[in-house]
């Protein structure tokens, strides 16, 4: 379906793509005339707008729920709000042919089958239009620049953009209170305003994010909340690394954000890692009591684990994650291509979790033993599909147990290596000398190593799980680790773990890949002989 102002060219482009499509060509203003036996203007005279499109809407409805055509429509048709969500549900292509006024100016002068410019300035028109209409226009899935080309050359960039788009994946994450989605795919950012504005309550926003993704990633971002013609209150951007996630620096964006001006009807947007998710999270979670929140995680970390589930919080001298909050994001933006701006050390960070996923779903763990070298390398499928199928098991995990209330599996189970994990990031003083993903992957050797120790799994478990994390290039025993280690403080860490219940650590423990539970029947001696005999100092 083809959108856009009028003179934009819908119809001599929609006529030479269906050709090239070997398609039928339709023309919603044509159909319409057809069906009321009257013209367009004649339908405006009689009967106003309102009148016409609530035919325009029925005749759209009508067509894109029969076999496939190209379709061009009047310019007012994606404007309508019901009109757009049909178009969504049907899983219409939606391609924006965009153009400045000059351009629509030479095309729509002297037409008489123009209703709204009868009588009127054509400019004082075009711009009024653009202002009420782009803003919708940006929820099209393509946008294309139509400039004095002829309109075979615009066809064919058109034909392009189409062989060369894929839909992004849209999972829901069916909370009882809100329901939200996640959407995995490529170029996400440049389409930022018009993927969110159906889920925000304003086109307001401010952005949280950190000093090394913002040169990268903020511009595309900006470009597609202007698109849609959102208003930026605040940026804030804090220094990198886990030495963010503090209380000092929770002030300081609370701060920035409230003098900018922010209220309650303004979104928080993350843009970055798992850091500044779970930073701007929980200030959107205590701002004037409570924010909206969106998520455009740009690590595969972020991605695959902390933008989904409302987990947000920072750290405290005790522990990780030790002051937060539940918020859950309206919607999460998984842009695939922010990935191929990640220094390879960030990316193979991710994968710790993926690799978890793997553990805790089963035939992922397969496919990841399979795949995971080549992810590694960059293969742009093959991230996809670890965002993809990560972001569902999350998804469906959140749904089951959203507050981790559940006191033997559910949420819990999500924090396979996790409790080994935050003990070693913990140790380090969080100082950037071991990533999150780092430490999980560890975790996730220790985790295995101590379930084949208890018996719960064979032999070959610990084996399996740290020769794939080498293979992917991160670190799999506490001896690959850049520094020493102290069982006894390691120990100690442990035992201030926000899982700990009645004094009791608490580990997620291995039988097979795709079945794993939560336990705290574990003697503390095998913890400790364990972490010794894996590289760390009595």
């Known amino acids: 379906m083809l959108v856009g102002m009028p003179g934009a060219g819908k119809s001599a482009i929609g006529k030479r ?9 339709l023309d919603a203003d044509t159909e319409i005339e057809n069906a009321a036996g009257l013209t367009i203007a004649e ?15 029925r005749v759209i409805s009508r067509i894109v729920a029969g076999p496939p055509v190209v379709l061009a429509t ?29 351009v629509l100016k030479r095309r729509i002068v002297g037409r008489s089958n123009r209703p709204l410019f009868i009588g009127r ?21 393509l946008t294309l620049d139509c400039f004095d080309d002829t309109p075979e050359i615009t066809t064919s960039r058109a034909e392009r953009a189409l062989i060369g788009w894929q839909r992004p994946a849209r999972l829901p994450v069916a909370l009882s209170e809100r329901a939200y989605e996640v959407v995995v795919g490529c170029g996400l950012l440049s389409r930022a305003g018009g993927l969110l504005s159906p889920h925000l309550p304003a086109r307001r926003v401010a952005i949280v994010s950190d000093a090394s993704v913002a040169p990268l990633h903020l511009p595309a971002l900006r470009t597609g909340l202007d698109d849609a013609h959102f208003e930026v209150r605040a ?8 030495g963010s996630k503090r209380m000092a620096m929770l002030e300081e964006v609370l701060e920035r954000l409230l003098s900018a001006g922010v209220d309650r009807s303004t979104t928080v947007i993350a843009l970055g890692g798992g850091v500044v998710g779970d930073l701007a999270g929980f200030a959107a979670a205590v701002a004037l009591r409570g924010l909206p929140f969106v998520q455009v995680p740009t690590t595969l970390l972020a991605q695959v684990d902390s933008s989904v589930g409302g987990k947000t919080g920072v750290n405290l001298s005790a522990g990780k994650n030790l002051a937060g909050a539940f918020h859950q994001p309206r919607i999460v933006l998984a842009d695939t291509d922010t990935l191929a701006t990640l ?74 290596g996790h409790t080994f994990a935050h003990a070693l990031e913990a140790e380090c003083g969080y100082d950037g000398t071991l ?68 004094g009791a650590m608490r580990f997620v423990l291995l039988r097979n890949a795709g079945d794993v539970f939560t336990t705290a029947d574990v003697p503390p001696d095998a913890v400790l002989s364990l972490l010794r005999d894996e590289g760390a100092a009595a």
């Not at 793509?17 to 060509?25: E, H, K």
């Not at 940026?235 to 886990?242: A, L, M």
């Not at 295995?448 to 991160?474: D, F, I, K």
Request: one cysteine or more; a neutral charge.
């Open 17 to 25: 793509l269906a050709v090239r499509l070997g398609l039928p060509f």
């Open 43 to 57: 339908i405006f005279a009689r009967y106003g707008e309102a009148h016409f499109r609530d035919g325009e809407r």
């Open 74 to 102: 009047g310019g007012g048709a994606y404007a309508d709000a019901r009109t757009r969500q049909i178009l969504r549900e049907s899983g219409a292509v939606t391609i924006w042919l965009r153009a400045d006024i000059p």
């Open 121 to 141: 300035d054509p400019d004082q028109v075009l711009q009024d239009l653009m202002q009420r209409r782009y803003p919708f226009y940006a929820e099209a899935d």
């Open 235 to 242: 940026t804030v951007e804090v220094p990198p690394g886990e």
């Open 343 to 416: 220094p390879p050390r960030e990316l193979r960070a991710g994968w710790g979790e993926v690799a978890k996923h793997g553990l805790l779903q089963g035939p992922l763990w397969e496919w990841c033993e399979a795949n995971g070298p080549a992810a590694m390398a960059g293969d742009r499928d093959a991230l996809r599909h670890a965002v993809l199928e990560s972001c569902r098991l999350k998804a469906g995990v959140v749904v089951a147990d959203e507050r981790e209330e559940q006191k033997e599996g559910g949420r819990a189970l999500l924090n396979l």
């Open 435 to 502: 990533l999150h993903g780092e430490a999980v992957a560890v975790g996730l050797g220790l985790a295995a190593a101590l379930s084949a120790r208890l018996g719960h799994c064979s032999q070959e478990w610990p084996g399996r799980v740290m020769e794939h994390l080498a293979a992917t290039g991160l670190p799999a025993r506490v001896k690959d680790l850049p520094r020493r280690f102290s069982a006894e403080a390691l120990i100690g860490r442990m035992r201030k773990d926000k899982k700990v219940r009645d």
